[in-house]
């Protein structure tokens, strides 16, 4: 099993190769990204020619120079290795075109200090230095991996790029910068995760508890009044999408009774509040939130747990504890509801998927600032570091859940054994 459990870990990584790929392939031939934005808003600064015309009345350089800006100027292969980190990304790169009779030009560059010099707005120092046509650079100060690289030779080598190659990709622990935001998409990320982990992890809680009792109740008062009315509760529940009941709630009972807020993670206020203020606040926005996160979970949790106990209660085994004596209580309890639990084991892995859960509609109902929010955002913006962090981050997240749910399986059921 051990052997097992390495391969599954093996196979993350060109799991997340495999995945990475297709979305970064998507995101260079799909129409509307940041650059063609950039064009447009760049064109209708210089002449208003509309949609049709982006980015006629720009010139070539400028195009190149918007292309290598936005990441958009190196082939699909090339652009992706670098965005892993294998190869090195053109940073602070600059188009130098020469004039007319010149064979150099001066450049301003960006040096880094040493390290026991750098202080929050004071990581770079700028440098002067000279360019060449034939792409050396002549510089004062020694710099560390810069590098001029001619291009277009067709016309004299009237322009060079300079530019610091660096090893700063996926592999490198960088997920880029965003577009839209112009942050670090980490940092982005890292904003909204504890409202994921708090939404996400009430909703494992609640379900779990309200869940297993409510589908032994259930199982033991079979065709009862207790289970057909219970039943009745969770489908009805289950039926209904939780966006919809999402927009009746904030209606009826945010906008019109007025007894819950409308929208939000916290007041304005939330800072002046006292401890016990802040966590009544807390509990008060997520009221309506976590009715519809859990709405729909309910029907399949209290039905799995209620028929796996009915097959168990029904097993030789349970027929025989009762027979030697054991009570009806202690077969439930003991004997047959260890057994049911058993599927609920394959759930359990999926607990580390609540650093990144979240409904895009509720949240955006809500007005809730959270992960699923800006998964939404970063795909209207076509904002494409952010979509590809994100992305790493649930693949990720998936794969060790899947993992975590098989080992949990092998370790509550001794008759399963990965090889």
Same mark, same amino acid.
């Given at each position: ?27 260079? *031939? ?6 063609? #934005? ?13 949609? !049709?015309?982006?980015? =006629? ?10 292309? #290598? ?19 090195? !990304? ?145 489908? $009805? ?6 966006? *919809?009941?999402?927009?009746?709630? *904030? $209606? ?29 606040? *807390?509990?008060?926005?997520? $009221? ?10 309910? #029907? ?5 747990? !209620? ?28 004997? =047959? ?7 609920? #084991? ?10 990144? =859960? ?62």
């Amino acid at each position: 099993m051990r052997d097992y459990f390495i391969r599954r870990f093996l196979l993350i990584l060109p799991t997340l190769i495999g995945a990475t790929m297709v979305v970064f392939f998507i995101t260079r *031939v799909t129409p509307g990204g940041p650059l063609e #934005a950039a064009l447009r808003q760049a064109s209708a600064q210089q002449g208003d020619r509309g949609m !049709k015309d982006a980015g =006629a009345s720009l010139s070539e350089e400028q195009k190149e120079e918007m292309a #290598a800006y936005y990441g958009f100027d190196r082939p699909f292969f090339p652009a992706y290795l670098a965005w892993l980190g294998i190869l090195p !990304k053109e940073g602070d790169k600059q188009f130098i075109k020469f004039e007319k009779g010149k064979d150099q030009m001066s450049v301003t560059l960006q040096e880094l200090l040493p390290r026991e010099l750098w202080k929050p707005n004071n990581a770079y120092r700028i440098t002067e230095a000279q360019v060449s046509r034939d792409g050396k650079l002549y510089t004062l100060h020694s710099l560390v991996d810069l590098d001029a690289w001619k291009t277009r030779p067709e016309k004299e080598k009237e322009r060079v790029q300079v530019f610091r190659p660096k090893f700063d990709g996926l592999l490198q622990g960088n997920l880029g910068i965003s577009t839209r935001y112009n942050e670090y998409v980490w940092d982005m990320i890292r904003e909204r995760m504890p409202v994921s982990i708090f939404y996400g992890l009430v909703t494992f809680i609640i379900s779990y508890l309200v869940c297993i009792p409510l589908g032994i109740l259930k199982a033991i008062k079979h065709r009862t009044v207790i289970d057909n009315a219970s039943s009745i509760l969770i489908f $009805v529940g289950y039926s209904i999408p939780g966006f *919809v009941l999402a927009s009746v709630l *904030v $209606v009826y009972l945010a906008a019109r009774l007025n007894w819950f807020p409308t929208g939000g993670f916290v007041s304005e206020n939330f800072a002046s509040l006292t401890v016990g203020g802040k966590a009544w606040d *807390v509990v008060h926005h997520a $009221v309506l939130p976590l009715v519809c996160y859990m709405v729909g979970s309910f #029907a399949f949790m209290t039905m799995l747990v !209620k028929n796996n106990l009915m097959d168990n209660l029904a097993a030789d085994y349970v027929r025989t504890a009762v027979a030697k004596g054991a009570g009806f209580k202690r077969a439930v309890l003991v004997h =047959a509801l260890r057994n049911s639990l058993i599927p609920l #084991a394959t759930t359990l892995g999926h607990i580390v998927s609540i650093f990144v =859960a979240g409904s895009t509609l509720i949240e955006l109902i809500f007005e809730i600032n959270g992960f699923g929010l800006l998964g939404y955002y970063s795909v209207l913006d076509r904002d494409y570091p952010l979509v590809m962090g994100i992305l790493v981050i649930q693949v990720v997240l998936l794969m060790v859940g899947n993992i975590l749910s098989d080992f949990f399986v092998a370790l509550t059921d001794p008759r399963i054994r990965f090889e």
